[in-house]
């Protein structure tokens, strides 16, 4: 009979038909979600500002028997190392790496917000390394109200009594969401050792330091001369807009599909800026689209 162990120790969330694990890159810890087998066709999935890997537990879950997706925490984000600077060039610089340490050769981007700028940024300078890119309510173009918003939001919540506290807030913030499970918010929060609860990335901090996301301009200079890259691009590229988001307006949305060669539009309904999470169903249906028009 075999004996029964019990263990104290916490284990790391693993999402749904995946794996989540750690990886050394040019010295830098990086945890990331990974879905399927290798050998089959490459997906990276980054998320936006202030969120981790796990946003996209559905869409790896989905796409796991047919697609090898890896999802990686961005740096300053969830459970990776920072690196020395947060803009959209410092982050795609290490995204090369990565995708050879997986083996990688080349791969289909989906990008939310501000992965969605990263996954641009790595188009324009490395287009060797990108089959295809899929924004996800991110544009050359965005909405102020919107961006301010979100950065008063990152503002007025420093840490959390509780898990519950934390899961109220964001009810706020996000009303058309449905409520879940407050234990899942550890995977976007961490316990301090005063016992507080904290968001795990940094932005909170910069914002109330007065770095340079305290105000929309500073979040507008991470989209600086995308536009100009985003008219190179080669590579099919689908836009998705979240139907009631205050980010990217349908102009916003139709002057990058205008800008690009090979990009085409759909709405995900029923979703703001967060749209991934608001219908994920609709996101899977979309991409999962999207890979089978480019043959991926």
């Known amino acids: 009979m075999a004996a029964t162990i019990e263990s104290n120790v916490p284990r790391h969330d693993i999402p749904t038909a995946g794996r989540s694990g750690f990886v050394l890159v040019d010295d830098r810890q990086v945890h990331y979600l990974e879905w399927g087998r290798a050998g089959a ?36 984000h969830g459970d990776s190392d920072p690196v020395g600077e947060m803009s959209r060039q410092a982050l795609a610089a290490t995204i ?24 641009m940024t790595v188009t ?4 060797e390394l990108v089959r295809g890119i899929v924004l996800v309510d991110i544009a050359t173009r965005l909405e102020d109200k919107g961006v301010e918003r979100i950065v008063e939001f990152m503002r007025a919540h420093e840490s959390f009594t509780d898990l519950a506290e934390a899961a109220a807030a964001i009810g706020a913030y996000l009303p058309q969401r449905k409520a879940g499970d407050p234990s899942r918010l550890t995977r976007n929060l961490r316990q301090r050792a005063d016992g507080r609860w904290e968001w795990k990335h940094g932005y909170t901090r910069q914002l109330r330091d007065g ?9 507008r200079q991470l989209v600086g001369d995308l536009a100009e890259d985003a008219a190179k691009f080669t590579c099919p590229v689908l836009v998705l807009r979240g139907g009631a ?14 800008l690009i060669p090979d990009a085409r539009l759909a709405t995900i309904a029923a979703a703001g800026h967060h749209a991934a999470g608001d219908n994920p169903e609709s996101t899977v249906g979309l991409v999962t689209s999207f890979l089978a028009e480019i043959a991926w």
């Open 41 to 76: 066709p490459p997906v990276v999935c980054l998320h936006g500002g202030g969120q981790t890997a796990y946003m996209w537990e559905a869409l790896g879950a989905a796409l796991g028997a047919t697609h090898h997706v890896l999802a990686p925490d961005l740096p300053m």
């Open 124 to 127: 324009a300078v490395h287009p």
């Open 96 to 119: 090369p790496a990565l995708l050879s340490e997986f083996g990688f050769d080349r791969a289909v981007f989906v990008g939310a917000s501000l992965g969605g700028l990263v996954s």
């Open 211 to 219: 770095g340079e996301l305290a105000n929309g301009g500073g979040w």
């Open 245 to 258: 988001s205050d980010v990217l307006s349908s102009e916003g949305a139709d002057e990058i599909v205008g």
